[in-house]
């Protein structure tokens, strides 16, 4: 160290031998024009520094949270839509790790109308079940909403962000999808007659273009809107639930790194090693698990089925 510094004195000594030193040093005398067009400069970007960004980042850090939730919102609806309008033949596993096709997408529509009842009990504000066509256009409602009141914070948004946004409000599922599920109709000779519904891969194209736009806004808020540890959560609980344990391990382990003890990241990396088939370590960290939250007993017994592993953890922490 103390000869690296004997080499930089050294540096600067020969340095202001330079006639540039000179110079610089007689500039502000020589040159009445650039000399205060430069200071004047300096000052405006120091002032716009201290009195505009600086208090525009503490502006931004409380609405952030606002901004995340809304995002989240928009990113869930989409991908609600795009699994319950294929009646769940595209999975939400398929959603967040398949790079889905157009072809994969009219092979999933096939079949499903807008009045197809949907498979689980999803129920609208009635309290009735969803078909098809009810679900997509209240949840593209619930997309338009949580955009319009994301962009009152407009000035606090990357003009990324807000070019994928109004990329996904210019999808044309949002008029056509209202505007074909009600089915035209004709009155001849006093009978109405009701043209033929046909299924719903004639959206493919609508729906292909909404995912590309949706998976565009997801990579964009993971490297710019979520905190390290909330993307991180997010990627490993998608992984685990995909049955993709490697990454799953891989995502819960840098979670651990960041905190030491946390409750989810103990569990599904602890069952991930299990589902793995690395059954010792598996069994070392879900005791850890187990011992630090012993609540979380009845949790562990209902979400593991391998029952030598949970016979092993269990006389470990008795």
Known sequence: MKNIFLGFSHICQKFKTKKSITWLLNFPKKSSFWYPLILSLL???????????????????????????????????????????THENITQDKYHYGDITITEFENALKGNHFDTKLRYVTVNHSGEWYNIGDFVADYLSNIKTNADVLFRYIIYLDPEEINIINELLRNDLFEVWNNARFPDTMRIDGKIYTAERKDLSAFKQHVYNFYQTLQKLDKYAHENIYAKLKSLRIKANNAYFAKRFNL???YNLQILKLQKNDKDALFYYGASLLAENQI???????????????????????????????????????
């Open 43 to 85: 000052s405006a970007t120091i002032f716009y520094y201290f009195f505009s960004v600086i208090p525009r980042q503490h502006e931004y850090e409380k609405i952030k949270p606002q901004v995340e939730y809304l995002t989240d919102k928009i990113l869930w609806d989409g991908m609600f839509i795009v699994t319950e309008m």
């Open 248 to 250: 799953s391990i891989e």
């Open 280 to 318: 010792p370590k598996g069994i070392e960290v879900l005791t850890k698990f187990l011992q630090l939250y012993p609540e979380q007993i009845q949790f562990l017994k209902s979400n593991i089925d391998n029952e030598f592993a949970i016979n092993e953890i269990l006389k470990k922490i008795k």
